[in-house]
């Protein structure tokens, strides 16, 4: 059974900061991992999709990459700003066409 | 921009209620999903479907059920609700196969 794990649970950086969040998964036969971003009491925001193919894909200030042999994806995100403070949660997608197996995210807190 | 609209944000049920958890999305997506994420439990899929009447189980299926009439529209069912199944409710859709999924804002529910 894929499990998925974000490692930190929290972190707390000062603005500025290039950071990156982890994410590893137990089954390499993924389809797909994608990243998102989670507001309080909000609902989830796409960031980035990486299909298993593909080795990273970038979205301005951010870049995700994926090693499906490791088992790990990295999310970078480069100068940080308070307004990236948030939950960042990583799902990857298997053979069930669409359905994807979130970790517990990690909660990103950026101070001025 | 792809939109999952939720037909509500907070809702407060009483045991025992039938309740009606509503999402449509506007880009004619195949596939359409609930969720439930709870502290510490992270998300959870609860059914999907790939297309129109078409239904499967996620994890925890238990004490719901679900409906999708129409393209664009999936509905939870809660049949009698209760406590344990106070929660936030995320509602998401993307295309056929294995492509970037899109949540709605989320539905805050309690049950009383």
């Known amino acids: 059974k894929q499990e998925v794990t974000q490692i930190p649970a929290a972190l707390s950086v000062p603005e500025g900061e290039n950071l990156v969040l982890n994410c590893s998964f137990t089954?390499?036969?993924?389809?797909?991992l994608q990243w998102f971003r989670q507001d309080p009491g909000k609902g989830l925001t796409s960031l980035l999709l990486?299909?298993?193919?593909?080795r990273e894909q970038t979205s301005g200030r951010l870049n995700a990459s994926l090693d499906k042999s490791s088992g790990r994806s990295t999310l970078y995100i480069a100068a940080s700003q308070p307004g990236d403070s948030a939950t960042y949660l990583c799902a990857v997608g298997g053979n069930q066409g669409g359905k994807l197996i979130f970790g517990q995210g990690t909660e990103l807190s950026v101070k001025p | 921009d792809v939109k999952v609209t939720q037909s509500s944000r907070y809702l407060v049920k009483r045991t025992g209620e039938k309740v009606f958890l509503e999402c449509v999305q506007d880009m004619d997506h195949e596939n359409m999903f609930w969720y439930r994420q709870d502290p510490g439990l992270g998300l959870r899929l609860i059914y999907f479907s790939y297309d129109v009447k078409m239904k499967e189980k996620g994890d925890i299926p238990e004490g719901y059920s679900v409906s999708r009439e129409k393209k664009e529209r999936f509905s939870l069912i809660l049949e009698s609700a209760s406590t344990n199944q106070t929660s936030m409710y995320l509602c998401?859709?993307?295309?056929?196969?294995?492509?970037?999924?899109?949540f709605g804002q989320g539905t805050r529910l309690t049950v009383v």
């Open positions: 998401a859709s993307s295309r056929a196969g294995y492509t970037e999924a899109f």
């Open positions: 990486i299909q298993s193919s593909q």
């Open positions: 089954d390499s036969a993924i389809y797909n």
